[in-house]
């Protein structure tokens, strides 16, 4: 594990930025992020003509939760749904609209289908409560509460319950368990904790630039993006306290110095938001410029990191002695957060493994953005943090297979997999999209990455790889996708970034014929 001698600000406010890539010259290719903080305004605005021109029920409702602007004006915007003002889960849909506002295109989740016949329950609110607790693998639970919302997630749209149930598990992680009950009959439709968690052991950066604001004798560590930290003092509750310095150098490189730790976490999320920003034209995690609050010393011998939907959490290890705010940690652990906000992939199923997948797949690029000499930028997941004990990563992106639990290629059992097993055939195509099939050395790691069909694969390059994945993220996918409508949804994208037979596109048609996903109506041809 190669740590550095110490920590330090080498200029008060500056963040730290590492060379980007260029962004695409093509009319597909995105808007800078501040271009979609407005365009966000905009689509809230409009979402009553948008939802005329669909012809919704005067009983709907659109709200928009993400907007993904090309260059030349065309909008991809990912609406939620009420029903008679009640919330609809799974009712998202994408509407792409031309630059004047005509709706060109509408793709919605599942059946699209989002009218019930009553909004008034048979069931008694304390039993769908009950169902919920129960549902909980919370140690303690806190509180429990519950809405009627429309669960349309699979099926006929039926009234049901959310149930909300808080507490803290066995191992001090806490947990926001979502739990969806009929209305009618009491059934337990579908249940998604809300907790994104990973684990490690904290892997330092070394001797870098951090975003800070205050004055002499009053440092703090809050950036102008309002990335922060604050120090849990090994609390498992609160906000904790945010980190001051007197003279804005922080840390020791050291755990004897709690700033130490809080470097790691606010590099982290600055090198974050940086690659969302100027690589992907996302201003950071929400789209709105705001930075992401991180929490560090949490809880007692907590050997674990977590975002919980506003923020990042790292415990500090096994004997409080090694804080996890490992950069690959962050970068993933961050992206559940940008997931959650375009394309909202449930936790479960094909877009449970794809939604772990795109955290694998950004983590990895946010390393390889910052370049940072102390994590060499590479295609294994969690390499330094050694939690197996013997110096193995924790996933293979080039044979996903190697950690003896995730899958290469595709199957309909995929489905009923871990997600962070069920990513494999997603990790296995970005490898394959970026640097294709066969053996070969990259940065000093040893590769061999086989195909699921026997074919070579040629790959187009880590960048295109990347940005096709964003693209289809944000402008294909709905919170029940499956891995054919990634599928879908990638070729689609890289035809748009690229042109219809480009060596870019067919990279990523060969790459999921490579992990054999079922081919649809996508080509690169046409």
């Not at 792409?96 to 599942?110: E, S």
């Not at 926001?176 to 809300?194: C, H, I, K, M, W």
């Not at 004897?256 to 470097?263: L, N, T």
């Not at 029940?480 to 409508?485: A, E, G, M």
Request: proline content about 4%; some cysteine.
């Amino acid at each position: 594990m190669s740590r550095a001698a110490g920590f330090g600000v080498l200029a008060a406010g500056m963040v730290a930025t590492a060379a980007s890539l260029s962004p695409s010259a093509d009319a597909a290719a995105p808007t800078t992020g501040a271009a979609q903080v407005r365009a966000m305004s905009a689509a809230t605005s409009s979402a009553d003509a948008i939802a005329r021109q669909l012809n919704l029920s005067g009983d709907e409702a659109l709200q928009p939760m993400n907007v993904y602007v090309d260059r030349d004006g065309t909008r991809y915007t990912h609406y939620n749904r009420t029903f008679r003002g009640l919330r609809v889960i799974g009712g998202d849909l994408i509407v792409t609209t031309a630059p004047n506002g005509t709706v060109r295109q509408a793709k919605k989740n599942g059946t699209g289908k989002v009218a019930v016949a009553s909004t008034t329950p048979k069931l008694a609110k304390s039993t769908a409560l009950a169902k919920g607790r129960g549902a909980s693998k919370a140690a303690s639970v806190s509180a429990v509460s519950g809405t009627l919302v429309v669960y349309a997630g699979s099926g006929q749209p039926r009234l049901a319950y959310e149930v909300v149930t808080t507490g803290v598990k066995a191992d001090q992680t806490p947990s926001r368990l979502l739990t969806y009950v009929d209305a009618a009959s009491g059934a337990v439709l579908a249940s998604n904790e809300q907790i994104a968690d990973g684990t490690g052991k904290g892997i330092y950066v070394g001797q870098v630039t951090i975003g800070t604001s205050g004055s002499a004798g009053a440092y703090k560590m809050v950036d102008a993006r309002s990335n922060s930290v604050a120090d849990m003092q090994n609390r498992t509750g609160g906000k904790g306290t945010i980190l001051t310095d007197p003279d804005d150098v922080w840390g020791n490189g050291t755990n004897s110095d709690r700033a130490s730790a809080g470097v790691d976490a606010q590099y982290g999320a600055e090198t974050t938001y940086d690659y969302y920003d100027k690589v992907q034209g996302r201003a950071g995690i929400w789209g709105t410029g705001k930075g992401a609050p991180s929490r560090v010393h949490y809880g007692n011998n907590y050997a674990n990191a977590f975002w919980d939907g506003t923020q990042m959490t790292y415990g500090d290890g096994a004997n409080n002695a090694n804080p996890l705010v490992e950069l690959d940690v962050a970068g993933h652990e961050m992206s559940h957060g940008v997931t959650e906000n375009t394309a909202g992939l449930v936790y479960s199923g094909d877009p449970g493994g794809l939604n772990e997948a795109t955290s694998d797949i950004f983590g990895t690029a946010v390393e390889w953005y910052a370049n940072n000499p102390n994590d060499v930028p590479d295609y294994l997941i969690g390499e330094e943090i050694n939690l197996n004990g013997n110096g193995t990563p924790l996933r293979y992106m080039d044979k996903p297979s190697k950690d003896g639990r995730s899958y290469d290629c595709w199957s309909p059992a995929v489905a009923s997999a871990n997600p962070h097993y069920s990513s494999g055939p997603l990790n296995h195509w970005f490898y394959l999209a970026s640097e294709g099939s066969g053996a070969k050395t990259i940065n000093g790691v040893n590769y061999n990455s086989p195909t699921c069909n026997g074919a070579a694969v040629t790959g187009a390059g880590r960048s295109v790889a990347e940005k096709v994945w964003f693209r289809t993220l944000s402008t294909k996918l709905t919170s029940n996708s499956t891995y054919l409508d990634a599928r879908e949804g990638a070729i689609t994208s890289a035809k748009e970034l690229y042109g219809v037979g480009s060596t870019q596109c067919v990279a990523v048609e060969n790459a999921f014929n490579a992990i054999s996903v079922p081919k649809g109506t996508a080509t690169c041809s046409a």
